[in-house]
C-alpha cells in the first residue's frame, strides 16, 4: 500500500484511552498507521475553558483532525472546524439519541449538535448500517468500518469438556448489565433443567439470582482473554429500541476471538455477524435464550463448531488486519480532497 509520507500529521481527538470505543476504534489502529509513515497524535478532550482554547488554536497544524465519539456544542465545533484543515469524525454508539430505558428516546439536543457537526465533517466513520444511515441524513461522506478485534491478542479456547461447569459468561460495562439481568427468568429456569450451569459476570457491578450461582469477576484488560476463555458460551442480550440498533457487537466479537458459541438477541449489527444456527443463535424471547443456551449447554461438539465458525467470522470481516487499511484509505481520500470549507 501507498505510503502518504512523514509529512501526515493526524491528531486523533478521544474522550478516555481506557475506554472500549477509544481502545477498538482508535488506538489499536495507531501502529499501523505510523507503520505506514503517519505523524500521530492522541489528545484528550479538555474540559477547562483555556485548556480547550489553547488546544483549539493548534488545530490547524494538523493535516486531519480525527473526532471520536463526542458531540461539541455548535458555538465550539464552529470554532474547530474554522481552525481545522480537515475533519474526520467516528462513533459507535446511537448518540444522537437517548439511552435505553428513557421514556422517549429522542432528544432535540442530542439531534441538533449530530446534525450541526455531521453536517461540516469531511468524513464520518460510522460502526454500522444504522449509523451510516443517521450520518447520510446530513452528509454523503460515510464509511461503515465495523468495531475490530486485534486477533494477535486472542488465542483460541480449547478446553471444551462435557463434564464438569458450564459456564454462561458476559463481559461489558454497568451501563449494558441492565440486558443481562433482563434475562434473570431464562437462568432460573435453566438451571432448575442443568444444574450444572453458572452465570460468570466480568464489569465492574454484579447481580445475584435466586438458585444459579453467579461468579463475579470484576474486569482488567491483562485478564480479559482468559476471562473470556472461561466462558463455555457467551450471551449478548440487547432491547429492540433506537439506541440498542447503533450497538457494534464488541461482545460477540470478543467472544467469537477466542473460539465460543454465541446467544445474542438479533438487534441492529448483532444480526449481521452471527447468523442464526450458522455461527450462534438468535434469540427473540425467553423460550428461544432457553433454546439456544440449552442446545449449547448439552453438546461440546456444537459449542466447538459455532466457536470455530464464529473466529472465521472475525477473521473474514471484523479483524483489525482487515480493517485498518480500510481506515488508512479513508485518511488518503480525505487528503486528497480539495478544501471544502472555505
Not at 22 to 29: A, E, I, M, T
Not at 39 to 62: A, M, P, Q, R
Not at 118 to 124: E, G, H, L, T, W
Not at 225 to 241: N, R
Request: with cysteine; proline share 5%.
Amino acid at each position: 500500500m501507498e505510503d502518504l509520507g512523514g509529512m501526515t500529521r493526524i491528531a486523533f481527538l478521544i474522550h478516555n484511552p481506557e475506554a472500549p470505543s477509544c481502545r477498538y476504534r482508535v488506538l489499536q489502529f495507531i501502529p499501523y498507521l505510523k507503520r505506514m509513515g503517519m505523524d500521530i497524535s492522541t489528545h484528550l478532550f479538555k474540559h477547562k475553558f483555556l485548556d480547550k482554547w489553547s488546544f483549539y488554536n493548534t488545530v490547524g497544524e494538523y493535516d486531519i483532525i480525527f473526532i471520536q465519539r463526542k458531540l461539541f456544542s455548535p458555538i465550539e465545533f464552529l470554532y474547530i472546524r474554522q481552525k481545522a484543515k480537515k475533519i474526520i469524525y467516528d462513533f459507535d454508539d446511537a448518540i444522537m439519541y437517548r439511552s435505553s430505558g428513557s421514556g422517549n428516546p429522542h432528544s432535540f439536543s442530542r439531534r441538533l449538535r449530530f446534525a450541526y457537526m455531521i453536517k461540516r465533517a469531511d468524513f464520518v466513520v460510522a460502526g454500522n448500517q444504522f449509523l451510516s444511515s443517521e450520518v447520510l441524513r446530513y452528509n454523503p461522506h460515510v464509511e461503515v468500518i465495523p468495531t475490530s478485534i486485534d486477533l494477535s491478542r486472542y488465542n483460541l479456547k480449547e478446553d471444551f469438556h462435557r463434564d464438569g461447569p458450564i459456564t454462561i459468561g458476559w463481559l461489558g460495562s454497568s451501563s449494558t448489565l441492565k440486558y443481562l439481568k433482563d434475562l434473570a427468568p431464562v437462568f432460573e429456569d435453566l438451571f432448575k433443567v442443568f444444574p450444572n450451569t453458572r452465570l460468570k459476570i466480568v464489569c465492574d457491578d454484579f447481580f445475584d439470582l435466586p438458585s444459579m450461582p453467579v461468579i463475579k469477576k470484576r474486569w482488567s484488560l491483562e485478564e480479559e482473554v482468559a476471562d473470556l476463555k472461561s466462558f463455555d458460551v457467551g450471551v449478548m442480550p440487547l432491547t429492540h429500541d433506537l439506541w440498542s440498533q447503533g450497538k457494534c457487537g464488541l461482545k460477540i466479537l470478543q467472544y467469537y476471538s477466542v473460539g465460543l458459541p454465541v446467544v445474542c438477541s438479533p438487534v441492529g449489527v448483532n444480526k449481521d455477524i452471527v447468523k442464526d444456527r450458522e455461527n450462534g443463535f438468535w434469540a427473540q424471547n425467553k423460550d428461544e435464550w432457553k433454546y439456544g443456551l440449552g442446545e449449547l449447554i448439552q453438546d461440546e461438539a456444537l459449542r466447538r463448531t459455532l466457536g470455530g465458525r464464529g473466529r472465521a467470522t472475525v477473521e473474514r470481516s471484523y479483524s483489525l488486519d482487515v480493517n485498518a487499511p480500510r481506515l488508512l484509505e479513508v485518511l488518503k481520500e480525505v487528503l486528497g480532497k480539495g478544501e471544502r470549507w472555505n
